[in-house]
C-alpha cells in the first residue's frame, strides 16, 4: 500500500509500505478518510521531529472500518464496523494519568502519526494490548455522521474539552478565541453549544476572507483583525462590557497571543492554552495573582469528550461539514499541507485510495 512518510526532519515522500500485521489481539482499520491536522503541518515543515524513530507514516485524524481482527480480539468489535479512533497507540496503563483514565498524558504514550505509523495510508493497526487497558480509543461511528466528516471529530473532542471540560464555561458568559485555524473554529462551536452569549474570534488579517465568515456560521458573533493599530483589548472590553470575559481559549500559541490573552480576560476568569510554541512567554505573571487568572495547559481530551461530541454530531448540533475545505486524494497531500501552511484552507480530507 502507499503511505504518506516522514523519513528525516521537515523531508516527506509518498512510500510503498507494508500493510500492518495483525497480532491475536489487535484490529487493522481500513482508512477510508484523514484530515490534515495543523499540528502535522510541523512535521511536515520540520518545525517538529518525529517523536519516535524514522521513518514513520504520518496521520492521526481518521475514520474507517475495521477490516481485520485478530482470533483473540475484543468480540465488542465485528469486521465491517464503521470506527473512529483515538490516536493513541500505546500506553503503560500504570501511572496516574492513566489511572484517571487521562490517557492522553501517559507519559509513555505513543501517538499514530507522531511517534508511530500513523493514517495516511490505507490501513491502520490499533494494538489488542492498548484495547485492552483503554477500551475506549476506538467508538463506534452512528451512520448519521458521514465517514468524510468523522476525521473531524477528533479535533472537535479537543475542542470540547478545551471550551467545556477545562473552560467550564456557562451558559450567558462571554468566550474570545484567539486563533481561527480548525481548533479555534471548532472552540467558537463549542462555545456556542455551552450557550456563551458573546463569542468573539481573534484571528490575522489573512483569516479574512475565508476563516472568519466559517468562525460566523460557527457561532461567532464577532470577529476583530490582531493586526497593526487594532486594540484588541478595548474592542472586547466595548462587546462585553463590565460582565467581561469569563474564558479566552488561546489557540494560536504564540507568547503575544497569551499576554493578550491573560491581559483580555477577566479576574477569576479562565485562560485555555491550547496553541503550540516553544519560544519564552517574556512578560511577568504577576498580572495572574492580580487578577486570580486560571491558566490551563491543554492537550487532547478524554472519553467522554469523544463520546458527547459523537453525540452532538449524530444528532446535528455538531456542523463539521463546513470546516471541510478541500478533499485531495493521497497522491496529492503535499498540495494539501501547502495550503495550510499558508492559511488558504481551513481542514482539508485525504483519500488514501486515490
Not at 492522553?104 to 493497526?125: H, I, M, W
Not at 480509543?137 to 451512520?143: A, D, K, Q, T, V
Not at 472586547?236 to 474564558?247: E, H, M
Request: charge should be negative; include cysteine.
Amino acid at each position: 500500500m502507499k503511505g504518506l512518510v516522514l523519513y528525516e526532519r521537515g523531508k516527506t515522500e509518498i512510500r510503498e509500505v507494508d500493510m500492518p500485521a495483525c497480532g491475536d489481539r489487535d484490529i487493522i482499520i481500513k482508512v477510508e478518510y484523514a484530515a490534515i491536522c495543523g499540528g502535522g503541518v510541523h512535521f511536515y515543515n520540520g518545525t517538529l521531529p518525529c517523536l519516535g524513530e524514522y521513518p514513520i507514516i504520518l496521520g492521526h485524524e481518521f475514520a474507517g472500518t475495521i477490516a481485520q481482527m485478530g482470533p483473540d480480539a475484543d468480540d465488542y468489535w465485528k469486521l465491517g464496523d464503521r470506527v473512529v479512533s483515538e490516536n493513541t497507540a500505546s500506553v503503560c496503563g500504570r501511572c496516574p494519568a492513566c489511572e484517571k483514565g487521562n490517557f492522553v498524558n501517559c507519559p509513555e504514550r505513543e501517538t499514530l502519526g507522531c511517534s508511530v505509523d500513523g493514517a495516511f495510508t490505507q490501513y491502520v493497526k490499533i494494538p489488542g494490548d492498548l484495547l485492552a487497558v483503554y477500551p475506549n480509543c476506538l467508538f463506534r461511528l452512528p451512520e448519521e455522521i458521514a465517514m468524510e466528516t468523522a476525521p473531524l471529530l477528533e479535533p472537535a473532542a479537543n475542542a470540547y474539552m478545551a471550551v467545556v471540560q477545562e473552560g467550564r464555561v456557562m451558559p450567558g458568559e462571554n468566550v474570545v478565541v484567539f486563533g481561527a485555524g480548525a481548533l479555534g473554529l471548532l472552540s467558537v462551536q463549542m462555545a456556542k453549544i455551552a450557550g456563551a452569549a458573546n463569542i468573539i474570534l481573534v484571528g490575522m488579517p489573512t483569516d479574512e476572507e475565508t476563516r472568519f465568515p466559517c468562525g460566523r456560521k460557527m457561532g461567532a458573533t464577532h470577529t476583530i483583525v490582531n493586526g497593526a493599530g487594532v486594540d484588541v483589548a478595548a474592542e472586547i472590553a466595548r462587546i462585553c462590557g463590565p460582565s467581561g470575559v469569563a474564558l479566552c481559549v488561546d489557540a494560536a500559541g504564540v507568547p503575544a497571543v497569551l499576554k493578550q490573552a491573560v491581559d483580555t480576560v477577566r479576574n477569576d476568569g479562565m485562560v485555555v492554552r491550547i496553541g503550540m510554541n516553544d519560544k519564552p512567554y517574556g512578560h511577568g505573571m504577576d498580572v495572574v495573582n492580580i487578577k486570580s487568572i486560571s491558566i490551563v495547559g491543554h492537550m487532547g481530551y478524554n472519553t467522554t469528550s469523544w463520546r458527547n461530541v459523537i453525540s452532538l454530531a449524530k444528532v446535528g448540533k455538531l456542523e463539521l461539514a463546513s470546516l471541510i475545505s478541500h478533499k485531495l486524494p493521497l497522491s496529492d497531500i503535499k498540495h494539501g499541507f501547502d495550503l495550510l501552511k499558508d492559511q488558504t484552507a481551513i481542514k482539508i480530507v485525504i483519500d488514501p485510495d486515490h
